[in-house]
T-cell receptor, first 115, second 112 residues
Framework: KAGVTQTPRYLIKTRGQQVTLSCSPI?????VSWYQQTPGQGLQFLFE???????NKGNFPGRFSGRQFSNSRSEMNVSTLELGDSALYLC??????????????FGNGTRLTVT | GQQLNQSPQSMFIQEGEDVSMNCTSS?????WLWYKQDPGEGPVLLIA???AGELTSNGRLTAQFGTTRKDSFLNISASIPSDVGIYFC????????????WGLGTSLAVNP
């Protein structure tokens, strides 16, 4: 069974640009969550999507947005990039929403560098 | 955002030694999860705990869900070089929209 696939693996952008990251969940998984990982802050929850609806949201500004398609694939978008947005962005899928009794399975992430 | 207290922050041990790490929270959790992250990869689930007092093993790894529901422990026995990585705990607080709360990780280095 294929794991969670994230593309691209690496991105370099400049301040002010926008970026779109893609995530394909494990087949059959309907929930997709996005996390930002930085050395000092650990894993910070961005949002969770289930059945094409955002079910949960972390404490990030509106520049961070996402969506989920009918095939459960998900994208996240960051507009007006700032230097502090440089991080590893991780996508995780689970069978059901909320990860209760349905642990998260992570992709290998997209490393975003903002210059 | 809310985070768990995970300790130690880092460990450097000799191959063959046992390792212990723990996470504590001010909130009660219904689920504790332990993940390991290798360099350049995403976290991989090691052990999931769903019941207070539960003790679960996965090979050389053993994790326990604390009876107070505010802590969890992970032990690694007879460490080997491939145990190197960052270990994360995560707790789920059903009173917080069921979001997972994460520790900052324990970085483990093993000297062969």
């Amino acid at each position: 069974k294929a794991g969670v696939t994230q593309t691209p693996r690496y991105l370099i952008k400049t301040r002010g640009q926008q970026v779109t990251l893609s995530c394909s969940p494990i087949s059959g998984h309907r929930s997709v969550s996005w996390y930002q990982q930085t050395p000092g802050q650990g894993l910070q929850f961005l949002f969770e999507y289930f059945s094409e609806t955002q079910r949960n949201k972390g404490n990030f500004p509106g520049r961070f947005s996402g969506r989920q398609f009918s095939n459960s694939r998900s994208e996240m978008n960051v507009s007006t990039l700032e230097l502090g947005d440089s991080a590893l962005y991780l996508c995780a899928s689970s069978l059901e929403e909320g990860a209760f009794n349905s642990p998260l399975h992570f992709g290998n992430g997209t490393r975003l560098t903002v210059t | 955002g809310q985070q768990l207290n995970q300790s130690p922050q880092s460990m450097f041990i000799q191959e063959g030694e046992d390792v212990s790490m723990n996470c504590t929270s001010s909130s009660i959790f219904n689920t504790w999860l332990w993940y390991k992250q290798d360099p350049g990869e995403g976290p991989v689930l090691l052990i999931a705990l769903y019941k207070a007092g539960e003790l679960t093993s996965n090979g050389r790894l053993t994790a326990q869900f604390g009876t107070t529901r505010k802590d969890s422990f992970l032990n690694i026995s007879a460490s080997i070089p491939s145990d190197v990585g960052i270990y994360f705990c995560a707790g789920q607080n059903t009173g917080n929209n069921r979001k997972l709360i994460w520790g900052l990780g324990t970085s483990l280095a093993v000297n062969p």
